[in-house]
């Protein structure tokens, strides 16, 4: 991903923006009980560890052996857990050639036919180094949705929305910026899959998170995303104490969500661009400094819970658009 600082006056109306969304509506506080559970404690570990096991196949560079490894292991671990992996493999021309990519995902089903994405992405950058790890960039997102997979097939939550759980391959560019062919392209892949397959389906969501496992972890949103959805991650941050805190980035960000805001698709991104020695440095990114031991179980398990909540928001209706909103009989507390 990159980071582009925005000029004051665009940072300041989309900040006034989205506070006005946030003061305009009367927060309503009755405590309706997550539809998804609250993860245990014990699930920082298990997404840590999943982070371990995936940092084995390093680095996972788009089009390489390692990377068909680590999107069978992916799959591998789905499957496991008692659900369908779907794994979605093409060659693409690319700035650097012809390269071969292969997203995998799993969906779980609810109710109804409209899906809620919750989507990272697992490919290295390539170039930094023989056995660069990406623990954080693209390993710890892993580990994220692989717990957030399993704490499903423990409670088996029955949902509304259909969740959809991706894993990008070819987020990063194999040059030293993005361009149309360089970068995104799993992302890119599934945005047009849901925009061929609109009348089958409903996207109305894709949630992305990437570098989440940091220590000293500080979790932002960029400017460019879906107001509605900077909102409900905002007030959920505010409300639960289990839940990683966010904030409102100033700057726009290149990442996974792009492709499906471009699309047409809502779309958030979750960040930690403050990745190194010292606070306000970002110097283990991109560098074979971004090793499993500067990945902490707290930040991953606090992440998931986050998700979690984000989900049950959208779930639940709380903030959502009223063109999004499930209908009222579906929005019941139906957790197991
Ligand atoms: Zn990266």
């Known amino acids: 991903m990159k980071r582009k600082k925005l000029s004051r006056s665009i940072a300041g109306i989309s900040l006034i923006a989205i506070c006005a969304l946030i003061s305009g509506c009367a927060h309503e506080t009755t405590q309706v009980e997550g539809i998804i559970e609250t993860l245990p404690p014990e699930t920082g570990i298990k997404m840590y560890t999943y982070v371990s096991e995936l940092v084995k196949i390093s680095p996972r560079d788009s089009g390489t052996l390692n990377s068909s490894l680590a999107s069978r292991w992916i799959a591998t ?56 790890q990406g623990a954080n960039d693209g390993g710890s997102t892993t580990g994220v949705l692989l717990g957030l997979i399993e704490h499903f097939s423990n409670t088996r939550p029955q949902l509304y929305h259909t969740i959809r759980f991706a894993f990008f391959d070819g987020e990063e560019c194999y040059g030293s910026k993005y361009q149309d062919d360089d970068g995104l392209h799993g992302s890119k892949r599934m945005a047009y899959q849901f925009v061929k397959d609109r009348s089958s389906s409903r996207l109305i969501a894709a949630i992305i998170i990437d570098m989440v496992g940091d220590f000293n972890q500080k979790l932002e949103i960029p400017r460019n995303v879906t107001p509605w959805l900077a909102t409900i991650a905002v007030r959920e941050t505010a409300d639960n104490p289990e839940a990683a805190r966010v904030t409102l980035g100033s700057s726009i960000l290149i990442d996974d969500h792009i492709p499906f805001l471009i699309s047409g698709f809502p779309a958030l991104n979750l960040i930690d661009f403050e990745y190194g020695s010292a606070p306000g ?54 957790a197991q």
């Open 77 to 132: 671990q789905i499957q496991r857990l008692g659900y369908k992996p779907k794994a979605d493999a093409w060659t693409e021309s690319t700035a650097f050639g012809s390269k071969a990519f292969c997203n995998v995902y799993v969906d779980i089903p609810g109710k109804s036919d409209r899906i809620i994405l919750i989507g990272s992405h697992y490919d290295t950058k390539a170039g930094i180094c023989d056995d660069f």
């Open 281 to 334: 440095k970002n110097d283990y990114w991109h560098t074979p400094e971004d090793t499993i031991d500067k990945i902490d179980p707290n930040s991953l398990h606090k992440t998931g819970n986050l998700v979690v909540g984000i989900l049950n928001r959208i779930e639940r209706g709380d903030d959502v658009p009223p063109e999004l909103k499930p209908p009222r009989q579906n929005t019941a507390n139906t």
